[in-house]
Antibody
Framework: QVTLKESGPGMLQPSKTLSLTCSFS??????????VSWIRQPSGKSLEWLAA???????YYNPSLKSRLTVSKDTSNTQVFLKITSVDIADTATYYC???????????????WGQGTLVTVSS | DIQMTQSPASLSASLGETVTIECRAS??????LAWYQQKPGKSPQLLIY???SLHTGVPSRFSGSGSGTQYSLKINSLQSEDVASYFC?????????FGGGTKLELK
């Protein structure tokens, strides 16, 4: 059974660095084709894909935020991390991690999502 | 980036009715299109992938169609549990992008 769970600070001040952790089970990120992404959703709004890391350690970023994002994974391949620097009120959102996969060069979308973690940026 | 334009933004329908939600991509996404359902306070759930393939466990009243830049999600015989927001997403090319969403309510 695949499960993902996000954790974060809940609230932080503007200009600080946001650190998020996605802990998952039921698969290993070392398995060929596995990809874990970060997606966020401000309250009442749509979804925004932020970054992804795949089984090979390749990283993908949303160009609109790339300069502020760093995605990484742990050596046990059971956790993925996201750092967002210089946060602003506009970064207030629920942050999700989700698993997708690639197969023979074809991408498949997010079949598994975490429950999300709400991050509020406020002074 | 590939822009995804979803319509309508909101929709009111009666039980048993058939509803259709549209999604237009700014360029050809070669069927790399997914539909998600999201209920209040919950994570999105995958309904359709590859434009017209039903994800495991999704009721058959949901269906997807389209090609190129135009895609649609159809819900036959609307049930009360279908009240939710629906999002399209292209995964043909990075950065992956989502439509603005459609909020479906009961009339």
């Amino acid at each position: 059974q695949v499960t993902l769970k996000e954790s974060g600070p809940g609230m932080l001040q503007p200009s600080k660095t946001l650190s998020l952790t996605c802990s998952f089970s039921g698969f290993s990120l070392s398995t060929s084709g596995m990809v874990v992404s970060w997606i966020r959703q401000p309250s009442g709004k749509s979804l925004e894909w932020l970054a992804a890391i795949d089984w090979d350690g390749d990283k993908y970023y949303n160009p609109s935020l790339k300069s502020r994002l760093t995605v990484s994974k742990d050596t046990s391949n059971t956790q993925v991390f996201l750092k967002i620097t210089s946060v602003d009120i506009a970064d207030t959102a629920t942050y999700y991690c989700a698993r997708s996969r690639t197969y023979y060069g074809y991408n498949y979308p997010f079949a598994y999502w975490g429950q999300g973690t709400l991050v509020t940026v406020s002074s | 980036d590939i822009q995804m334009t979803q319509s309508p933004a909101s929709l009111s329908a009666s039980l048993g009715e058939t509803v259709t939600i549209e999604c237009r991509a700014s360029e050809d996404i070669y069927n790399g299109l997914a539909w998600y359902q999201q209920k209040p306070g919950k994570s999105p759930q995958l309904l359709i992938y590859n434009a017209n393939s039903l994800h495991t466990g999704v009721p058959s009243r949901f269906s997807g169609s389209g090609s190129g830049t135009q895609y649609s999600l159809k819900i036959n015989s609307l049930q009360s549990e279908d009240v939710a927001s629906y999002f399209c997403q292209q995964y043909y090319d990075y950065p992956w992008t989502f439509g603005g969403g459609t909020k479906l309510e009961l009339k």
